[in-house]
């Protein structure tokens, strides 16, 4: 249901540092974990895992390249073969809505940042917050390698998921979880499917010397022995069935948000809402996955962000999976990132955990270097 990140300590400046891990928040598909070194630092980053089949943990050398500096927070997205259907169904809205509720729980000044197919409802709960709460709006916003507009420079998957008709998809790629499961009877688009596509795509990239052959014979994170590249890439989960055709009609047939079309709870998303936010965007010049263009295209959206607190950066040479794991991630993404984030860290800090606004959604559960428009283009 759920999987390791295996984080209990690391080693900073030659001094051993103990990491303490605990669930903060729960919802029936989605729990909000925290990794914060004791006292747990002021500084807080919220990572949204992407809905991609992928468990939460894909994002473990993100989470240890922002600690102990910071405390790390993310939506550690639950199995939904092993998620009750009383528990309810699961959508692009409910998507969006845990987003939402992150940020509430954390509170202002909260650096928020978001990685491939969690780039669009990320966006879309910024400007939820900036619309409703905007005391509440993050000091900023980092979106890794997500398909905001997919049209802008389309990929062979978007071409794939653009050919079909939505039924058609449906017919062929859900299933019904078989009682012997906690969700038993719940439609999803299953594990094995999704295994299937991944390693037509590894196989792909191996017959062309792409970067998953890299990846995988020359694997360049933190701890290849525990937790290699390739069992992050190939260990996935059942997604709620509702979310998966979503997710697709919304950005990759309708791109609803590009055309002002997206609502939430009934109401459109007005991404000109966001104001206070900074924002930055990331690709990889050889992304194959989200092309250049794709990501960036939310600062269109987001037209009254002042110049000044918004980034664009293509890193050169790197691909899809450089951007979160990895070599490219640890020595050229991470400074970017946490360089932008100083830039704009004169905001009110948040005020303890204890003290921020109530949460609005009653499923919640506790549980104990200058900035400029345009394209900065990262080279090594």
Not at 290 to 295: L, N, R
Not at 334 to 345: C, K, T, V, Y
Request: charged letters at 20%.
């Amino acid at each position: 249901m759920r999987r390791d990140f295996g984080i209990s300590e690391l080693v900073e400046n030659g001094r051993r540092v103990e990491i303490r891990r605990r669930d903060i928040a729960r919802l029936p598909f989605c729990i909000l974990g925290e990794f914060a070194g004791t006292p747990a630092p002021q500084d807080r980053v919220l990572l949204i895992a992407p809905l991609s089949g992928h468990f939460g943990y894909i994002l473990r050398e993100m989470v240890l390249g922002f600690l102990p500096g910071s405390a790390v927070y993310v939506t550690d997205w639950l199995d939904a073969r092993f998620v009750p259907q009383s528990a309810g169904d699961f959508g692009f809205d409910e998507n969006i809505e845990v987003i939402v509720e992150s940020i509430r729980r954390l509170g202002p000044g909260v650096d928020v940042c978001a990685l491939c197919q969690a780039a669009v409802p990320t966006l879309a709960a910024t400007a939820v917050i900036a619309q409703q709460e905007p005391c509440l709006a993050p000091r900023s916003l980092t979106l890794i390698a997500g398909p905001v507009d997919p049209l802008a420079n389309p990929t062979r998957v978007v071409r794939l998921l653009r050919q079909r008709p939505l039924d058609a998809i449906a017919t062929s790629a859900l299933d019904k979880v078989a009682s012997t499961f906690p969700g038993g009877g719940r439609l999803v688009y299953p594990a094995v499917h999704q295994l299937s596509a991944l390693l037509a795509y590894y196989y792909r990239h191996v017959m062309s010397g792409g970067e998953l052959l890299s990846k995988t014979l020359d694997d360049d994170g933190l701890d290849p022995v525990h937790f290699p590249f390739f069992s992050l890439f190939t260990t996935l989960m059942d997604l709620p069935a509702k979310y998966f055709l979503e997710n697709i009609e919304t950005v990759f047939l309708e791109r609803r948000p590009c055309t002002g079309q997206l609502k939430w709870r009934g109401r459109r998303v007005d991404f000109t809402a966001i104001r206070d936010t900074a924002l930055m965007t990331i690709e990889g010049e050889h992304d194959d996955i989200a092309a250049p263009g794709q990501t960036s295209a939310a600062h269109r959206l987001c037209s009254n962000i002042p110049g000044g607190m918004r980034r664009r950066v293509v890193q050169t040479g790197a691909g899809h999976f450089s951007l979160f794991y990895g070599r490219t991630w640890r020595e050229r993404i991470l400074p970017e990132i946490n360089a932008f984030r100083r830039m704009h860290s004169m905001k009110p800090r948040l005020l303890p955990l204890g003290r921020q606004a109530p949460l609005s959604h009653s499923n919640w559960a506790s549980v104990r270097n200058t900035p400029r428009d345009g394209v900065a283009v990262a080279r090594g």
